[in-house]
């Protein structure tokens, strides 16, 4: 009898343990028997017509083996109304990771939808849903709205960022590119003005207004904000002589170069210069230049 007793509480202990322990597998493994779907970073939004790429995870614990499990993509906007439906069938083991290309309709408005997957595979009881948001939007130019908006601002505050930077450049180099008239300069002077004026003129495109601050450091010689020269109240010659070193100074021209090619510059004027005999005086001073600086 006791040991009668003995089988029988052994042959229960077995049985409540495999309805124990089986009962827990089965409901375990319904409880991990499920599918997620997730957006890729960058495609949290898609145009119409166009495809939307999703992470798709199954997970299957409540068989052993290859199962065929069936997952029905469904479009839906959000008063739930079924927009667009699809089935496709994928064999899983244990779990299955894979990227899904969503078609969306190319007739939906932009707004908020929402995708879903449904999991079925065999003897499951209750289906495994996954559901999770996205954003239509128009495209332009192939971006959207916003992406376009931002890289119109980049391209308008480059430009701008360029205009400014050439402007403040120019305006520190800016300069009157007129040459002058001196109708007003004493006669005998009036070639020593006008060469001056036009070596100033041929270095501020090379220096900018530093030009002008070196013509006005020279002891007798006054010189306008625009390159215009106000007085000479010393020897002409001698202000040329040190205007001309001053600028070989700086670039490493040679002066009787400049001076010739200021008088170029001048020649090619008709407008400046009206007649022949003007001319005659300033390339004599040129040459008197010459002399000066060979002497020198």
Do not use: W
Request: proline share 4%; aromatic share 12%; net charge positive.
């Amino acid at each position: 009898m006791i040991i009668k007793s003995r089988q029988k509480l052994f042959f229960y202990f077995l049985f409540l343990s495999f309805i124990i322990f089986g009962a827990n597998d089965f409901i375990f493994a319904q409880e991990l028997s499920k599918i997620e779907v997730t957006t890729i970073d960058q495609f949290q939004k898609v145009a119409p017509g166009e495809s939307l790429p999703v992470s798709m995870k199954l997970f299957n614990m409540g068989g052993s083996g290859r199962v065929d499990v069936e997952i029905t993509y469904r479009i839906e906007d959000a008063q739930k109304n079924v927009l667009s439906e699809e089935l496709e069938t994928v064999a899983v083991e244990t779990t299955a990771s894979f990227i899904k290309q969503v078609k969306i309709p190319p007739d939906l408005k932009p707004g908020k939808y929402f995708i879903l997957a449904d999991m079925k595979y065999p003897d499951q009881k209750v289906p495994a849903v996954s559901r999770m948001p996205f954003q239509i939007e128009y495209k332009y130019f192939g971006f959207f709205r916003d992406q376009l908006i931002i890289l119109a601002a980049i391209v308008i505050g480059c430009i701008i960022l360029i205009l400014l930077v050439a402007y403040f450049i120019n305006k520190r180099r800016k300069i009157v590119v007129s040459q002058f008239e001196y109708k007003n300069a004493p006669p005998p002077l009036k070639p020593y003005f006008e060469l001056i004026s036009d070596i100033i003129l041929t270095m501020r495109l090379h220096l900018g207004d530093k030009a002008l601050a070196i013509a006005n450091s020279i002891i007798g010689l006054k010189v306008a904000d625009n390159g215009e020269v106000l007085a000479i109240d010393k020897e002409p010659m001698e202000i040329v002589t040190l205007l001309t070193m001053q600028y070989e100074k700086n670039l490493g021209y040679k002066g009787i170069n400049l001076s010739q090619k200021a008088l170029a510059t001048r020649q090619n004027s008709t407008k400046l210069i009206e007649d022949k005999i003007e001319y005659q005086k300033t390339a004599k001073l040129l040459d008197d230049v010459h002399k000066y600086f060979v002497k020198k």
